[in-house]
């Protein structure tokens, strides 16, 4: 189904006038008739106060309705008229304007209202001297004028429904027409156009969509250019292993002894090797780009992950008869990603192996300081001068050291998961030697 703001307002606006004009027709209705029956009642009452005003003024009325007991019309004709009826002491009737008519007695002084046989008849009785004077009219004059009134102010009224639900539309298409042109303008944007869209002149509720938008699109635009970059980069990393396992291709085609052979296929899987290690670091460091969602974050013993990945690298160290030991094993715990903190242990273990010369020392040290839990590596390697202390974790960089095997990708990988987790990492040198301290955030109680 194709949801339609516009529609949806006109609908809903448009039912909501509808069922507040029959409730102002309702209303209406019933102050009009309190209105004219108050008219109504107000004529009845000077009618009779004027009849009585004549009797007070004269001591005999008697003679007022001699000879003349009837008046003029015989019928009442139209329903405006007054009926008027005039009592004498005894209850003789001395005067009666309308003598066929069939009008019912009233009970009681003041206002009242009498039903006679299918008509309603409203009452105003005084008495004056002795006499009783009634004025009577029918209410079907009050609820014919209370109809007609009723009729006429709605009839207009609802002439001008039409034209309300006209402008009420107007409006609503006036106020979505920055929605019509955002997406017009998204539309027509090229796909490389990633830059943000001018949010000065739009509403104040269609802003946020609009800054929604310029965040989602700035962080579109970080991720094309870190694929770009890591694109740009890979191909230029590749590019060189690739030269070279041709070459010792070449070079094991064309060896003709034996040792030449055997030399050549070492050189080769050596070559071998470090691609594979190149292409792995480029795979890991792809995974941990920004916006990767397949991360689950969960309580690590930081302890229990060293000593671990002091297994898996033991054979390394043991390689390079380096001594390699835990100096300081607190109980850490972390809030991380189990995975990526794997990666960020063995990387640093593995770059203090690559770079501390045979028959050296590595002090691994994981304790808790304050808030933070610490992961301190020392190393009797050559250090990293202070100028390349920020430059080691840019990707590929291997600073003076490029007689030592690596991609230059596993300082950036470290920095990235650092990053990630919201630790920090400090470089700083000994004599000899390297110290690395990643600072991570103590899990709380």
Known sequence: MNNSIKRFLLIYITLSILVIYGLISFASYWVSKEELDELYD???????????AQHLAIQDVTH??????????????????????????????????????KVPLPTSLGLSTQRFQTKQWRFFVVKANEETIQVAQSLR?????????AYSLMASQLLFIPILVLLIFYAIRKALSPLSALSKAIEQRDSADLNPFADGNVPAEVKPLVQSLNLFMGKVSLMVDVLKRFTSDA?????????ALKLQLTV???????????????????????????????????????????RQVQSLNMLELVKESFQELLPLAQEKSIDIGLTKDDHCEINAVQQEIKILINNILDNAIRYTPNGGK?????????????????DSGPGIPQNDQER?????????????S????????????????????ELSNLNPGLCFKVLFVRKRD
Request: net charge neutral; hydrophobic share 40%.
């Open 42 to 52: 107000a004529n009845l009452q000077q009618v009779a106060s004027a009849i009585a």
């Open 64 to 101: 007022l309705y001699r000879n003349n007991q009837v008046g003029s019309g015989a019928k009442i004709e139209g329903e405006e008229e007054f009926y008027v009826r005039v009592l004498a002491k005894d209850g003789a009737v001395l005067y009666v304007s309308h003598p066929e008519a």
């Open 141 to 149: 004059l009050r609820k014919n004028t209370i109809k007609e009134t």
């Open 235 to 243: 191909a230029h990393e590749l590019r060189t292993p690739i030269t």
């Open 252 to 294: 094991l085609e064309q060896s003709k002894s034996k040792l030449e052979r055997e030399s050549a296929i070492q050189n080769l899987k050596s070559g071998i090797n470090r691609s594979e290690q190149l292409v792995s670091q480029l795979l890991t460091l792809a995974r941990l780009e920004p916006d990767n969602l397949s």
């Open 362 to 378: 590595i002090d691994v040290s994981v304790f808790n300081q304050a808030s933070h839990v610490v992961l301190e590596v020392k």
């Open 392 to 404: 080691v974790f840019e990707r590929f960089y291997r600073g003076e050291n490029q007689h030592i």
């Open 406 to 425: 690596g991609s230059g990708l596993g300082l950036a990988i470290v920095k990235e998961i650092a990053t990630r987790h919201g630790a920090t990492v």
